[in-house]
């Protein structure tokens, strides 16, 4: 993104509106830090800049992945919608993406409001890699890692995003090691992170991960997602 500074009148809505912060007034002018500008479009689609002084430009190589990660309305080639992950989570009781005595896990780096480069997605795939999880072959994080999936791509480890989602699956043995290999990775990273459990309900109504974490120490909040027949194959 580029701001054409002699048009900028100062105004500060842009400022504002980006949700990372790359965006500092200097002298009455907004200077994008383009190093920290994750390529979301939002100043340029939601600062109603009166002199429209904020235009797009055209990414390149390895740039370019910055905004498929970044921009809600982007489609990522690979999985073919919009977003930063896959729909496995959202449409499980059809495509049966995780079965019984399976979970899947997503670690999201990045959100709210700080980014991440890409290389801290290394930081979780190098020991991920070594336990042996299943990751997710539809996820774009998936496709961007070396061919032994130990790291990210060379060439693009150094981009910034507003978020990259790691999708995997394990059998319950592994929940431990999982666990592990977090808590390990959350004393050295430079941002923030979610992580997501995604597991089936059992026919009486169990879902027997709640109970394993809890007694781990870690409290659950669930969250159901009911599928209406959209992930319909
Ligand atoms: S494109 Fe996004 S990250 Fe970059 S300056 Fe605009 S709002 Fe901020
Ligand atoms: S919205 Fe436009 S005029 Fe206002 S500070 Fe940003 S670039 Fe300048």
Request: a positive charge; glycine letters at 8%; one cysteine or more.
């Amino acid at each position: 993104m580029i701001i054409k500074e002699g048009l900028c009148i100062g105004c500060g809505n842009c400022v504002l509106i980006c949700p990372i912060n790359a965006i500092k007034m200097i002298e009455n002018k907004a200077i994008i830090n383009d190093s920290l500008c994750v390529e979301c479009n939002v100043c340029y689609r939601n600062a109603k800049c009166p002199v429209k002084a904020i235009r797009p430009k055209r990414l390149k190589w390895p740039r370019l992945v910055r905004n498929p990660f970044s921009d809600v309305v982007s489609t990522h080639k690979l999985t073919g919608v919009p977003g930063r992950g896959t729909e496995e989570m959202k449409t499980n009781d059809i495509t049966n993406r995780f079965g019984l005595g399976e979970i899947g896990i997503s670690i999201e780096l990045g959100r709210p409001g700080v980014g991440t480069c890409l290389k801290n997605v290394d930081l979780f795939v190098k020991p991920l890699t070594k336990i042996g999880v299943e990751y997710e072959e539809a996820s774009p994080i998936t496709a961007l890692l070396s061919e032994d999936r130990t790291k990210i791509k060379e060439d693009i480890k150094n981009e910034r995003v507003l978020s990259a989602i790691i999708e995997f699956k394990i059998p319950y043995e592994k929940i431990d090691s999982v666990i592990k290999i977090i808590s390990e990775v959350e004393k050295k990273i430079d941002t923030v992170f979610t992580v997501g459990v995604i597991s089936r309900v059992l026919s009486g109504k169990e879902i027997p991960i709640i109970d394993i974490l809890a007694k781990k120490g870690y409290q659950i909040n669930p969250n159901a997602k009911v599928n209406i027949g959209l992930g319909k194959v």
